[in-house]
């Protein structure tokens, strides 16, 4: 069956050598004594002993990774079992006239699927047969070739063209994706070819790579313009780099800081408790902003892979310390073979001001009670992103004033009306939304002792001409467990602009003073304004709980502080009663 494009080169492909490389994935850091690495071999020798019920989401990866670390020839029977029939499902989709699994929601699972494809094609070749490495070789190029020529993609001679989405950015999660499966093929593979007679590991270093490497150059400071939700997802891209500098001695994480800034990024970005982070963007996963394996896992290879030893020390601490002490699941039981290092400190500073995502954090000290601060002004480019320009964030011990989407079924209500922001509204009542491809600027003013801040955001892009809001500039001042924030905007043809605040339990209301849980808000501009709560749960089907105080009458103007009691332990250590 030929399913090769160009298919010139079914033959070479098939008698193809490895000359370059080998899937090098440098295993010399594992504690074969520790009790990560016996939860590990527990999980692959379970599937071991059955093979046609595995463990969930056990990858064939899984049992190739501990065939490394032991020699055991019936690891490799395990990841050759798993690879063989997940080419012989494609073959099947592909002969009944469709496309395989590989191709589902715009190939997003390639980079997994021919990861463990090619690792096992590698380091498991004593145990493959020659049938099996041309099926595999064939179906594995088939797919590399129709990711990065989506027009003229095709399986089994039939057209399957696709949109291509995202092979050209490199700030988007699917992009890392169809990375792995090149990555993994080329090393594996070295006669693959991506693009017209360019090899794969031509087109790496002649595109891909430099395009990634360009991308993040650009991205100051650390973490995703796709939000916290889908940033995660540089677990992949971090492990990437691992594997790469490990099988060809290129360390792209070298060509930029980002990874090492990511390490200060997703410190910054956990709330005081250590056990949720700043909710920016989807959050398709998880609506409530949990740590969880993924954190772990990113922070993990960004230790590993990191050259700056205060960074590493920060991330250590992170590690220590955060709610997630080990992988939860036990598909994810592989990453915590990495050490996560001893002792640490956390960063030095209080306050982080991330310039490539736009994301400004503050805090009153690294201890648990300490209050907390995330503020949006940057670029809104990506799908997954939030129309949060200008949204703060609180919290205290819990979420003081978070936006609605964490309380959201669906996780991706992307709209202002669940930011805290100045909700602009035409004559009509419709919402003046905010604009993607667009960047909102944020300068620090001033900074000062317990993580005090100041700064002002022009959101003024984020709606531009037209949009009936001319301008709106938002300044904030946090310090001592209280923020306060004073807008100026302007508007035109009968469109009005609302001061809001959504808050997790319901408010209460006494003249210009606002109390939602442990938080209280002064109203201070305007003198005499209009207070409405909104309850999310009756409005709209997709949230089980939340509240908006909904703040108008402002004439181009408002000025609210928002404050929280410092706890008992502080005013005692304080002298006060």
Same mark, same amino acid.
């Given at each position: 069956?030929?399913?090769?494009?160009?298919?010139?080169? +079914?033959?070479?492909?098939?008698?193809?050598?490895?000359?370059?490389?080998?899937?090098?994935?440098? #295993? /010399?850091?594992?504690?074969?004594?520790?009790?990560?690495?016996?939860?590990?071999?527990?999980?692959?020798?379970?599937? +071991?002993?059955?093979?046609?019920?595995?463990?969930?989401?056990?990858?064939?990866?899984?049992?190739? *990774?501990?065939?490394?670390?032991? %020699?055991?020839?019936?690891?490799?029977?395990? $990841? +050759?079992?798993?690879?063989?029939?997940?080419?012989?499902?494609?073959?099947?989709?592909?002969?009944?006239?469709?496309?395989?699994?590989?191709?589902?929601?715009?190939?997003?699972?390639?980079?997994?699927?021919?990861?463990? #494809?090619?690792?096992? *094609?590698?380091?498991?070749?004593?145990?493959?047969?020659?049938?099996?490495?041309?099926?595999?070789?064939?179906?594995?190029?088939?797919?590399?070739?129709?990711?990065?020529?989506?027009?003229?993609?095709?399986?089994?001679?039939?057209?399957?063209?696709?949109?291509?989405?995202?092979?050209? =950015?490199?700030?988007?999660?699917?992009?890392?994706?169809?990375?792995?499966?090149?990555?993994?093929?080329?090393?594996?593979? @070295?006669?693959?070819?991506? /693009?017209?007679?360019?090899?794969?590991? @031509?087109?790496?270093? !002649?595109?891909?790579?430099?395009?990634?490497?360009?991308?993040?150059? =650009?991205?100051?400071?650390?973490?995703?313009?796709?939000?916290?939700?889908?940033?995660?997802?540089?677990?992949?891209?971090? #492990?990437?780099?691992? &594997?790469?500098?490990?099988?060809?001695?290129?360390?792209?994480? @070298?060509?930029?800081?980002?990874?090492?800034? /990511?390490?200060?990024?997703?410190?910054?970005?956990?709330?005081?408790?250590?056990?949720?982070?700043?909710?920016?963007?989807?959050?398709?996963?998880?609506?409530?902003?949990?740590?969880?394996?993924?954190?772990?896992?990113?922070?993990?290879? $960004?230790?590993? &892979?990191?050259?700056?030893?205060?960074?590493?020390?920060?991330?250590?601490?992170?590690?220590?310390?955060?709610?997630?002490?080990?992988?939860?699941?036990?598909?994810? *039981?592989?990453?915590?073979?990495?050490?996560?290092?001893?002792?640490?400190?956390?960063? !030095?500073?209080?306050?982080?001001?991330?310039?490539?995502?736009?994301?400004?954090?503050?805090?009153?000290?690294?201890?648990?009670? $300490?209050?907390? #601060?995330?503020?949006?002004?940057?670029?809104?480019?990506?799908?997954?992103?939030?129309?949060?320009?200008?949204?703060?964030?609180? *919290?205290?011990?819990?979420?003081?004033?978070?936006?609605? =989407?964490?309380?959201?079924?669906?996780?991706?209500?992307?709209?202002?009306?669940?930011?805290?922001?100045?909700?602009?509204?035409?004559?009509?009542?419709?919402?003046?939304?905010?604009?993607? %491809?667009?960047?909102?600027?944020? !300068?620090?003013?001033?900074?000062?002792?317990?993580? !005090?801040?100041?700064?002002?955001?022009?959101?003024?892009?984020?709606?531009?001409?037209?949009?009936?809001?001319?301008s709106w500039t938002r300044d904030i001042n946090f310090a001592n467990r209280s923020l306060t924030v004073h807008d100026h905007y302007s508007v035109s043809n009968g469109a009005t602009g609302t001061f809001q605040i959504n808050v997790p339990t319901q408010p209460t209301v006494s003249g210009n003073t606002i109390t939602a849980g442990g938080m209280t808000v002064q109203v201070l501009t305007p003198s005499?304004?209009?207070?409405?709560?909104?309850?999310?749960?009756?409005?709209?089907?997709?949230?089980?709980?939340?509240?908006?105080?909904?703040?108008?009458?402002?004439?181009?103007?408002?000025?609210?502080?928002? /404050?929280?009691?410092?706890?008992?332990?502080? +005013?005692?250590?304080?002298?006060?009663?």
């Amino acid at each position: 069956m030929k399913y090769l494009a160009p298919f010139a080169f +079914v033959a070479m492909l098939a008698g193809a050598s490895n000359a370059f490389a080998e899937v090098t994935i440098d #295993l /010399s850091y594992v504690d074969t004594n520790s009790s990560e690495y016996s939860r590990f071999k527990n999980f692959v020798d379970y599937a +071991v002993l059955h093979p046609d019920n595995p463990g969930y989401l056990f990858a064939a990866a899984d049992a190739a *990774y501990m065939f490394k670390l032991t %020699n055991q020839a019936q690891y490799c029977s395990l $990841a +050759v079992q798993l690879v063989d029939a997940q080419v012989t499902t494609a073959e099947q989709a592909i002969s009944g006239g469709g496309a395989p699994p590989v191709a589902g929601d715009s190939y997003l699972q390639s980079g997994p699927m021919i990861s463990d #494809l090619a690792i096992t *094609y590698d380091w498991c070749a004593a145990q493959t047969t020659s049938s099996q490495r041309t099926r595999w070789s064939a179906y594995a190029q088939q797919t590399v070739w129709n990711i990065w020529n989506y027009q003229s993609a095709t399986w089994g001679g039939r057209p399957y063209p696709w949109t291509g989405w995202s092979t050209d =950015n490199p700030g988007d999660n699917y992009y890392y994706s169809f990375l792995a499966a090149t990555m993994y093929w080329a090393l594996a593979d @070295d006669a693959s070819i991506c /693009s017209g007679n360019t090899t794969c590991r @031509d087109f790496l270093a !002649a595109q891909s790579i430099p395009d990634l490497e360009t991308y993040f150059s =650009n991205l100051p400071d650390g973490g995703s313009r796709e939000g916290t939700g889908y940033g995660v997802s540089h677990k992949n891209l971090f #492990l990437l780099y691992r &594997m790469w500098r490990d099988s060809t001695q290129q360390n792209i994480a @070298d060509e930029n800081s980002h990874l090492t800034d /990511s390490i200060l990024y997703w410190t910054h970005a956990t709330v005081p408790t250590l056990d949720q982070f700043a909710p920016f963007g989807d959050q398709s996963r998880s609506s409530q902003p949990i740590l969880y394996d993924y954190h772990r896992h990113l922070m993990l290879e $960004a230790h590993r &892979m990191t050259d700056d030893p205060s960074a590493a020390s920060v991330a250590t601490w992170w590690l220590d310390h955060i709610s997630v002490p080990q992988m939860t699941s036990s598909f994810n *039981y592989r990453y915590d073979l990495l050490p996560a290092g001893a002792a640490g400190a956390p960063p !030095a500073d209080l306050y982080y001001h991330a310039l490539g995502t736009g994301h400004l954090f503050a805090r009153t000290g690294w201890d648990t009670g $300490a209050m907390w #601060l995330a503020f949006a002004a940057g670029p809104y480019v990506e799908s997954h992103a939030h129309q949060d320009q200008g949204s703060f964030t609180l *919290y205290q011990n819990t979420w003081l004033a978070v936006t609605e =989407n964490i309380w959201s079924h669906s996780g991706i209500q992307q709209g202002t009306d669940v930011a805290n922001v100045v909700r602009f509204n035409k004559a009509d009542g419709s919402i003046i939304p905010q604009r993607t %491809n667009t960047t909102s600027t944020l !300068a620090i003013t001033s900074t000062g002792s317990g993580g !005090a801040v100041e700064a002002t955001a022009d959101l003024t892009p984020a709606y531009g001409s037209g949009s009936n809001v001319s301008s709106w500039t938002r300044d904030i001042n946090f310090a001592n467990r209280s923020l306060t924030v004073h807008d100026h905007y302007s508007v035109s043809n009968g469109a009005t602009g609302t001061f809001q605040i959504n808050v997790p339990t319901q408010p209460t209301v006494s003249g210009n003073t606002i109390t939602a849980g442990g938080m209280t808000v002064q109203v201070l501009t305007p003198s005499n304004p209009t207070i409405t709560l909104v309850n999310w749960s009756q409005a709209n089907s997709d949230y089980n709980s939340g509240w908006r105080i909904d703040i108008g009458g402002g004439a181009g103007e408002y000025l609210v502080q928002l /404050s929280a009691a410092a706890p008992p332990e502080e +005013v005692f250590a304080n002298g006060f009663d």
